[in-house]
């Protein structure tokens, strides 16, 4: 288990800001090297704003390009790896057409486009945030580019992960720690017999590690005046052995994932992050990418895995769709009817999803994905079974939709 990230989260104001940036950065490294001291390691130091589209608003493509290039120019002279923009918002609908040029400009930057706040889905922002993904994914010849954003439907601001994490507008800096902690998952259910054991030997291993981490970051926070937002335990993998979420799920219950039984194996495992007792930001769900868990990647090549599955899961226990690799030729239209169905499912359902699909360039469904990057697994592109999406539903309107609240409901019918 590690640190994937210490995220500083900063509302920007363009003129203001090199004397918060400068404190972050004196946080950031201060915090980073006494966990290493305490043997705790810490991956990244990471920066993330409120949203571009806010900032940006009244400047033109070059402008805001230019003053991006170098606000990234003084991100990395402060030690920060990676930063993210946050997301294009459909108030302002230049931003998702921005959000792509940053795309082209930045290896970088990580953004983001909203495709659905909590009450409602934006059919408008679908498609923007469709077109994104679409031309993106010719930036590089695999299709890359595309790891640097995703579509958020119902999710807040203080996410540590990328590329969902962006600053609250309103507030003081503030940081939160994302962990790799997919192995400790694995570990934990391992070899066991029973169900309690597993639950209790992860909750163990999770809350130590808490307990352990959170004096110094509570203690640095108040030295620097930088409040403590909290962790986000959901399960990162890493494509090395003894790390996989997708193995984890599979050790609950022997069923790989993809295949029935597989869903109640997740399921028990999203319920034992629920028990846990430690100062809580983000996601704190199953986090299911497919090119980075070699688990899930493998699943994926064989074909047991695919898009379908991942809603499912999402809608029990998962943070959505992640680094999904579909065939190049897909459509605006089949990447936008893909948005909708988790757009709806996270308002329906009350709890925040992303969307983080990879077209990769000249290749079909079945053929092998192949990336030299560290952080991904080889896998195989997965078949896309969306039609193209037309009116009413994909139309100009609004689509409002009320969460489910079951139980209030079943207690209604009781009486």
Same mark, same amino acid.
């Given at each position: ?24 950065s004196?946080?950031?490294?201060t915090?980073?090297?006494r ?18 589209a806010l900032?940006?608003a ?19 002279? &402060? @030690?920060?790896? #990676?930063?993210?923009?946050g997301? +294009?918002?459909?108030?302002? *609908?230049? $931003?998702?057409? %921005? !959000? ?9 930057a990580?953004?983001s ?8 889905v934006?059919?408008?922002?679908i ?22 954003f995703?579509?958020l439907a119902?999710?807040? &601001? @203080?996410?540590? #992960?990328?590329?969902?994490?962006? +600053?609250?507008q309103?507030? *003081?800096? $503030?940081?939160? %720690? !994302? ?12 070899g ?13 291993s ?24 909290g962790?986000?335990?959901?399960? &990162?993998?890493?494509p ?22 597989s ?6 495992i ?10 809580r ?32 899961y999402s &809608? ?24 909708f169905?988790?757009?709806a ?9 992303t ?6 360039p ?17 896998s195989?592109?997965l ?27 079943m ?5």
């Open positions: 288990m590690r640190i994937r990230s210490i995220t500083s989260f900063l509302d920007l104001d363009p003129n203001t800001y090199p004397s918060t940036l400068e404190q972050l004196r946080f950031s490294q915090l980073s090297q966990l290493n001291d305490a043997g705790v390691e810490v991956q990244t130091r990471r920066l993330a704003t409120s949203p571009f900032y940006t009244e400047w033109s493509v070059e402008q805001s390009l230019q003053w991006i290039a170098r606000f990234e120019a003084e991100t990395q002279a &402060a @030690g920060f790896d #990676f930063y993210s923009l997301p +294009a918002i459909e108030e302002f *609908p230049a $931003s998702y057409r %921005l !959000a792509l040029a940053i795309l082209q400009q930045s290896r970088n990580f953004l486009g909203v495709i659905a706040d909590r009450f409602s934006h059919p408008a922002a498609r923007a945030a469709a077109q994104v993904i679409h031309e993106a994914a010719a930036i590089d010849p695999n299709g890359f580019a595309n790891l640097q995703t579509a119902n999710v807040p &601001a @203080g996410v540590p #992960f990328f590329p969902a994490g962006y +600053a609250p309103g507030k *003081p800096p $503030s940081f939160a %720690l !994302a962990v790799e902690c997919a192995d400790a998952v694995w570990a934990a259910f391992a066991k017999t029973s169900l309690q054991a597993g639950r209790a030997a992860m909750l163990h999770l809350e130590d590690f808490a307990a352990r981490v959170a004096p110094l970051c509570e203690a640095t926070a108040q030295e620097f005046s930088v409040p403590f937002g962790f986000d335990f959901s399960p &990162a993998p890493y090395a052995e003894g790390c996989s979420l997708g193995y984890a799920v599979e050790a609950v219950g022997q069923n790989p994932v993809g295949r029935d039984g869903l109640a194996e997740a399921a028990i999203a319920d034992t992050l629920d028990q846990g007792k430690w100062k930001a983000g996601f704190n769900g199953l986090m299911l990418p497919v090119l980075e868990d070699p688990g899930l990647a493998k699943r994926a090549e064989e074909g047991t895995l695919l898009v379908k599955d991942l809603l499912l &809608a029990v226990c998962g943070t959505g769709l992640d680094t999904v690799p579909i065939p190049g030729e897909c459509s605006k239209s089949e990447i936008a009817a893909i948005l169905d988790v757009a499912l996270s308002v329906r359902l009350g709890k925040p999803l969307v983080r699909l990879m077209p990769i000249g290749k079909k469904a079945g053929e092998r994905t192949q990336f030299d990057f560290s952080y991904f697994a080889a195989r592109v078949p896309v079974s969306a039609g193209e999406v037309a009116s009413p539903l994909n139309g100009n309107e609004t689509i409002p939709l009320a969460t489910r609240h079951i139980h209030r409901q207690r209604r019918v009781s009486h």
